[in-house]
């Protein structure tokens, strides 16, 4: 056999498809195997092949309960290859005619080349400048990092790493090519091995290229060529955090290959860390913008006041040398009260929660002025700073906004881009509702589903473009501001999951469906004919919500442990006796800890996207406890509407419960 071609799928049936059919053109005249290897797809790409392929012959299905990942479902079809030369094909590309036959003749008339990849274009036409590389050395993943082989593509000392100083147009010997498309003779892989299955995506070709190389082969880029790959259709139906798993991965390429110097394996991984860090701001840089604005003129606010003060009351000021405390320490202050309010998002500015974060800064440094005489500025000035900033704040916000549309809120110009969670008559029809709403601006960008099989379909003219699994990627990529959830086809566990695995992508969660009276609380509720729809308030995840609770349970913990717990622990020690009452203060300190909350959850909740708060002492489970209580909605119920107040009327319920028992 001339050939086998290896395809590892995961949810695309719809590009393998076409895959196969080009293969099909592709290798007339040659003869061939094609091993497809199935990871653990719901999208119906098993029954697809079995029924569409299968009986055509010349096809072998591998099927995986699990996703293995792409190193290890290679492997399985390298076992079963029987072909003289290999091919690992990626399921989302399309061949040329003359992929296969010109790729057969390079590697016939080139003997020393063990493994080779064709020149790879991306759907509009551009060049993949993965399909040619250089191992990430020292200096290499320095230019990358620091983006001179993107300001120097033309330079052969900056850009190493994609090589774009060499001619696309020819053939030549490089350090690695991209694993969506890879050719290697059957003996190369005999004797170097497969994939290293610690790779679970990306990275892997890299690491299998480098031990060709040691076992004495070349590596090819070859022009004559062409494929097209869509690059990243696998990833878009998962819930993978793709940044992170590839980071992981350069990094275990690093620690298994260029570490034999402790400093270049340094300063490898502090080249990866940047890169990993100036992603991460470069999808930040609106928060670090409003960060600093907001800290200089906090500092050029207060500055103002002061000198103002001074002029009019005849003091002389602090000394200059306490200036770093007199003017850091209250800016930092403010900030710290602007981020737990949620001022800060990286993808649009809030007016009203800045007003928030002054009021709240406003009162804490007023009061700090009562505990630090020394470097307390007078009332006067704290009322002159905060009157700026009330104007100054809210200016440069408004200015981005209005003038440079900058942070502007997409639902303030256009219409809200919405997405319903669920695919039943029940979805539709509130989609439908929601379509034919006119006092409303809102557009419906399709449906969400529960099996990637679904994905693609149309159902009275609203397509389903996601799954409950990956509705995080699709909120940030389709910048979705309103996600509304049909009750009846989703469980209130996965309504609370998808709400608390997206608590940072700034959109609203509503509801709409049957029982509704056990998730109202603290909601906007408004009628779209005759289905409310109401709004959640997710409060246990909120970051301020968080940091009140936490204050609450330190401080009363602190209390309790000073003035009550020292004789209820004498008492029980005496008596051997605990009542329900002790038994409860005796595990007060588990709270200082930060083990136990004073009010939370029965127990841990076992889906993990599923925050419900830290297990409490007590909650709505101790005191609505009877044989027909349903524990986990009442866990549900108390995280939407946590506040301190709530905390405080279970409390006391708790301890008057906890009394009657006794009498």
């Given at each position: 056999?001339?050939l ?18 080009s ?47 792409f ?7 390298l076992?079963a ?12 590309t ?122 004495g ?77 907001d ?22 000021g ?54 630090f ?38 639902d ?36 969400i ?211 009657g028992?006794?009498?």
């Amino acid at each position: 056999m001339d050939l086998s071609i290896i395809i590892v799928n995961y949810n695309v049936k719809e590009f393998l498809q076409n895959l196969l059919h080009s293969i099909n053109k592709s290798a007339a005249g040659i003869s061939y195997e094609i091993i497809i290897i199935d990871n653990a797809s719901d999208d119906g790409s098993v029954e697809f092949i079995k029924e569409k392929f299968l009986p055509q012959g010349g096809i072998k299905l591998i099927v995986n309960s699990t996703n293995k990942g792409f190193g290890k479902a290679n492997n399985q079809g390298l076992l079963a290859a029987k072909g003289k030369y290999i091919l690992l094909l990626n399921p989302d590309t399309l061949l040329r005619e003359d992929t296969l036959p010109k790729m057969i003749n390079f590697f016939e008339s080139t003997p020393e080349a063990g493994i080779a990849g064709c020149k790879i274009l991306n759907p509009d036409g551009s060049i993949q400048l993965a399909c040619r590389r250089s191992f990430p050395g020292p200096w290499t993943s320095f230019c990358k990092v620091t983006g001179l082989s993107s300001l120097f593509p033309k330079s052969r000392i900056f850009a190493r790493y994609n090589l774009t100083y060499l001619d696309e147009n020819q053939t030549y010997e490089v350090d690695a090519i991209s694993g969506s498309f890879m050719m290697m003779r059957k003996e190369v892989y005999e004797k170097a091995g497969g994939f290293d299955e610690d790779f679970f995506m990306y990275g892997e070709d890299l690491d299998l290229c480098y031990r060709i190389q040691k076992a004495g082969y070349k590596v090819y880029y070859v022009h004559s060529t062409q494929i097209i790959h869509y690059k990243g259709e696998s990833t878009k139906r998962s819930s993978l955090d793709e940044t992170k798993v590839f980071y992981d991965a350069m990094n275990l390429f690093v620690k298994k290959h260029l570490s034999s110097s402790f400093l270049v394996e340094i300063i490898l991984h502090l080249a990866i860390a940047f890169r990993k860090f100036f992603a991460s701001l470069g999808r930040r840089k609106l928060i670090i913008l409003s960060v600093c604005l907001d800290f200089f003129i906090f500092n050029l606010s207060l500055y103002f006041a002061n000198e103002f003060y001074v002029k009019i009351s005849g003091w002389h000021g602090f000394p200059t040398n306490s200036y770093p405390i007199i003017f850091t320490i209250p800016a930092l202050l403010h900030l710290f009260v602007a981020s737990i309010s949620s001022v800060y998002k990286k993808d649009s500015l809030s007016v009203l929660k800045n007003f928030l974060a002054i009021f709240i800064s406003f009162i804490l440094l007023s009061a700090s002025t009562f505990f630090f005489k020394q470097y307390a500025y007078s009332r006067a000035t704290v009322l002159i700073t905060y009157f700026i900033l009330i104007f100054t704040l809210t200016f440069w916000r408004v200015l981005l906004k209005v003038v440079f549309k900058v942070g502007l809120n997409k639902d303030e110009l256009t219409d809200k881009r919405t997405i319903i969670v669920g695919s039943n008559s029940h979805a539709v029809t509130l989609a439908e509702k929601l379509k034919a709403k006119q006092t409303d601006l809102r557009s419906i960008s399709g449906l969400i589903g529960q099996s990637n099989k679904d994905v693609g379909k149309i159902i009275n003219g609203f397509e389903i473009i996601g799954t409950v699994d990956n509705i995080r990627k699709v909120i940030s990529e389709r910048k979705i501001r309103e996600v509304i959830f049909s009750s009846e086809e989703l469980s209130y566990n996965q309504m609370m999951a998808i709400v608390s695995s997206c608590q940072n992508e700034n959109v609203e969660f509503k509801l709409v469906g049957n029982n509704l009276d056990f998730l109202v609380g603290k909601t906007s509720v408004s009628i779209l004919d005759d289905m409310p729809l109401i709004e959640i308030n997710y409060n246990i995840s909120q970051p301020l919500m968080k940091f009140l609770k936490s204050s609450f349970d330190f401080v009363l913990a602190s209390f309790v442990l000073i003035f009550i717990f020292p004789f209820i622990y004498l008492i029980v020690k005496v008596t051997k006796n605990q009542t329900e009452f002790r038994k409860f203060i005796l595990r007060v300190p588990q709270i200082i800890t930060g083990r136990l909350s004073f009010v939370g959850p029965q127990s841990p909740v076992k889906n993990e996207k599923l925050y419900l708060g830290k297990k409490g002492l007590t909650g709505f489970w101790y005191i609505e406890n009877n044989e027909t209580t349903d524990n986990d909605r009442l866990d549900i119920l108390y995280a939407k509407n946590q506040n301190i107040w709530l905390d405080l009327e279970i409390l006391g319920k708790t301890l008057n419960k906890m009394w009657g028992n006794r009498a």
